[in-house]
C-alpha cells in the first residue's frame, strides 16, 4: 500500500513538471492557450533533432550531431501544438525572459534605401522560370514555389534552408514563427523587413519537412546563384547549417561558422571555401579588395525557438550584422 501511494506521489510529481515546462515555454511565446494535439507541425517535425516544431521555416540543422550545439539543460518543449499562434508585440528580452537593458534603444528604424518599391526585371523572368520549375522532385508535392521576397536591389541579403507549410501555402518566405522572430531580430537593430531580401536554398518545401536532399540542393543552387548575381548585395546572412554549408562550400557545423564573416568569391574567381578556410581566416582584413560578399553565418530563427537558451547568441550576431549593414550603407551613402 505504501509502495503504491509512494509510485503515485512519484508519478503525479514528474506530471506536475512536466506542466511546469510547458507552461515556461508559452509564457516565452506569449501563448495563453493552445489547441490540444498536434495539428501539424508547420515546419519541421518531431524527432529530427534540432528543428523547431511549428516554427515556419526550417529549422538550422543539417541533422548531424556535430552541427547541433544543444544547451547543457534540455529544454522544455510543449506537448500540444501551437501552430497559427502569432508572437505578441513586445521585445524579445520580454519575449525571452531577459530583463530589458535601461534607458532609450539605440536602433533607429530605417526607410528601404535600395529598392524604393522597384521590381527587378532580371530577377522577375527568374523568378517566372522558378514558379514552373520541374528540376527535382519536390515540384510533385509542392503547393507553392517559395521563391523570395522584400527588397529586390537589396545591399543585404537572407538566405534560408527551405520553406515550412506556412510558407508553402502562401508562397512567401519566414512567414511563420521562425518569421516572426526573424523579423523582431531585425527591428532590434533598427532595421526593416521591407528593405532586405529573403530566400531559401530550395524553393519547394520537402515532404513532412525533412531534410532537403543533395541532388535537390543542387537542382535548385542556379535559382539562388541567380538571385545573388541580379540582386548583388554587399552582405549576406545566412539562417542555419545547410545555407551556411551550401553557400561557403563547406561542411562544417553551423556552431563553427557563426559569428564571424566569411568571403565569398571575387572578380578573380577565387574559391569562396578555399578564402573560408582557416588558413585565410583574416583574409576580410589583409586585403578587402578581393572580396565582393561578406556572409554571416547564424542559427536559424527556428533554432532558437526551440532552444532559446541560443537568443543571446543569435543576438550577438545579429549586433555584428548590423555594425557591417551600417558600413555598407555609408559607402553606399
Known amino acids: 500500500m505504501a509502495q503504491d501511494r509512494d509510485d503515485l506521489f512519484k508519478e503525479l510529481k514528474e506530471m506536475a513538471a512536466e506542466l511546469a515546462g510547458i ?25 529530427t533533432g534540432n ?3 511549428g516554427a515556419g521555416d526550417r529549422g538550422q540543422g543539417s541533422g548531424r550531431p556535430s552541427a547541433d550545439p544543444r544547451p547543457s539543460v534540455p529544454p522544455e518543449t510543449p506537448s500540444a501544438s501551437l ?20 534607458g532609450p534603444s539605440t536602433a533607429q528604424p530605417r526607410r528601404p534605401a535600395d529598392s524604393g518599391g ?9 523568378r517566372e522560370e522558378a514558379l514552373s520549375c520541374t ?16 527588397s529586390e536591389y537589396a545591399s543585404l541579403v537572407f538566405i534560408g534552408e527551405g520553406p515550412g507549410a506556412d510558407e508553402d501555402l502562401q508562397g512567401k518566405p519566414f512567414v511563420g514563427r521562425a518569421g516572426q522572430l526573424l523579423t523582431r531580430l531585425l527591428q532590434e537593430i533598427g532595421i526593416q523587413r521591407e528593405e532586405v531580401y529573403i530566400t531559401n536554398v530550395v524553393k519547394c518545401r520537402p515532404p513532412n519537412n525533412r531534410n532537403p536532399q543533395p541532388d535537390e540542393i543542387a537542382a535548385c543552387e542556379p535559382y539562388l546563384i541567380r538571385q545573388r548575381e541580379i540582386i548583388r548585395p554587399k552582405l549576406i546572412c545566412t539562417l542555419g547549417s545547410f545555407a551556411a554549408q551550401t553557400l561557403l562550400k563547406t561542411q ?24 573560408a578556410s582557416p588558413k585565410n581566416e583574416n583574409v576580410l582584413q ?3 579588395s578581393i572580396v565582393t560578399v561578406k556572409v554571416l553565418p547564424t542559427y536559424h530563427p527556428a533554432f532558437i525557438l526551440r532552444y532559446p537558451a541560443q537568443l543571446k547568441v543569435i543576438q550577438e550576431d545579429f549586433q555584428l550584422l548590423k555594425r557591417e549593414y551600417e558600413k555598407v550603407m555609408e559607402e553606399k551613402a
Do not use: W
Open 286 to 288: 589583409k586585403d578587402s
Open 135 to 150: 528540376r527535382c522532385p519536390l515540384h510533385r508535392t509542392r503547393t507553392q514555389v517559395v521563391f523570395g521576397a522584400g
Open 252 to 275: 562544417q557545423p553551423i556552431s563553427r561558422l557563426r559569428g564571424r564573416l566569411h568571403p565569398l568569391g571575387d572578380q578573380n574567381g577565387h574559391d569562396p571555401a578555399e578564402l
Open 83 to 102: 501552430r497559427g499562434r502569432e508572437l505578441p508585440p513586445r521585445s524579445l528580452a520580454a519575449a525571452m525572459g531577459r530583463k530589458a537593458p535601461s
Open 118 to 126: 522597384r521590381l527587378n526585371p532580371a530577377l522577375a523572368s527568374t
Open 51 to 53: 528543428r523547431g516544431q
Open 23 to 47: 507552461l515556461r515555454y508559452q509564457g516565452l511565446l506569449g501563448v495563453t492557450h493552445v489547441a490540444v494535439g498536434d495539428q501539424g507541425s508547420g515546419n519541421r517535425g518531431q524527432g
